[in-house]
T-cell receptor, first 110, second 112 residues
Framework: NAGVTQTPKFRVLKTGQSMTLLCAQD?????MYWYRQDPGMGLRLIHY???????AKGEVPDGYNVSRLKKQNFLLGLESAAPSQTSVYFC?????????FGDGTRLSIL | GESVGLHLPTLSVQEGDNSIINCAYS??????FIWYKQESGKGPQFIID?????DKRQGQRVTVLLNKTVKHLSLQIAATQPGDSAVYFC???????????FGTGTSLTVIP
């Protein structure tokens, strides 16, 4: 079982560049989430979705956009990358139970 | 916002001993709690969960205890093994039921 798959696994960007992180889940979950994880701060929710075509802001949404055009996919976009967005990004999915996580995307902004 | 915290950031135990990892939460309305394990370079992995109508739940070598009176959650790992070395998070869910709040984690090191 693939579960939650994130691509890419690593990426280095220059300040001002844009990119999209892809998350795919094969568990037919309604809910999907994007988090960032920074040292000493735990997981912080960026955006989430409670179903296809819907998105909502989390705790730290500024500088990010998301789209959920298909139930199994949740995309996270950085329009103009900033060094403060250097982090590890995790996608998760769930429905009426625990969240299942991907293995993360390690993103560095120079 | 919610507050989910851990009492100790690091814990070292001898192989074969039992481990106890603690977590405090602040929202008395929270009704679902989860423990996750995160190994280096990987995403959090579900270990065990418990709902607020229970005080204790057991899994394979793990037990979660919930004390709603003092808003405290603990994870007990029996006969700790080197493969248990990881960071452990607690998480709570409350409100509309689709947002989780995570603690910063406790790093468990098992000494062979």
């Amino acid at each position: 079982n693939a579960g939650v798959t994130q691509t890419p696994k690593f990426r280095v960007l220059k300040t001002g560049q844009s990119m999209t992180l892809l998350c795919a889940q094969d568990m037919n979950h309604e809910y999907m989430y994007w988090y960032r994880q920074d040292p000493g701060m735990g997981l912080r929710l960026i955006h989430y979705s409670v179903g296809e075509g819907t998105t909502a802001k989390g705790e730290v949404p500024d500088g990010y956009n998301v789209s959920r055009l298909k139930k199994q996919n949740f995309l996270l976009g950085l329009e103009s990358a900033a060094p403060s967005q250097t982090s590890v990004y995790f996608c998760a999915s769930s429905y009426l139970g625990p969240q299942h996580f991907g293995d993360g995307t390690r993103l560095s902004i120079l | 916002g919610e507050s989910v915290g851990l009492h100790l950031p690091t814990l070292s135990v001898q192989e074969g001993d039992n481990s106890i990892i603690n977590c405090a939460y602040s929202n008395s309305a929270s009704d679902y709690f989860i423990w996750y394990k995160q190994e280096s370079g990987k995403g959090p992995q579900f270990i065990i969960d418990i709902r607020s109508n229970m005080d204790k739940r057991q899994g394979q070598r793990v037990t979660v205890l919930l004390n709603k009176t003092v808003k405290h959650l603990s994870l007990q790992i029996a006969a700790t093994q080197p493969g248990d070395s990881a960071v452990y998070f607690c998480a709570e869910i409350s409100g509309t039921g689709n947002q989780f709040y995570f603690g910063t984690g406790t790093s468990l090191t098992v000494i062979p």
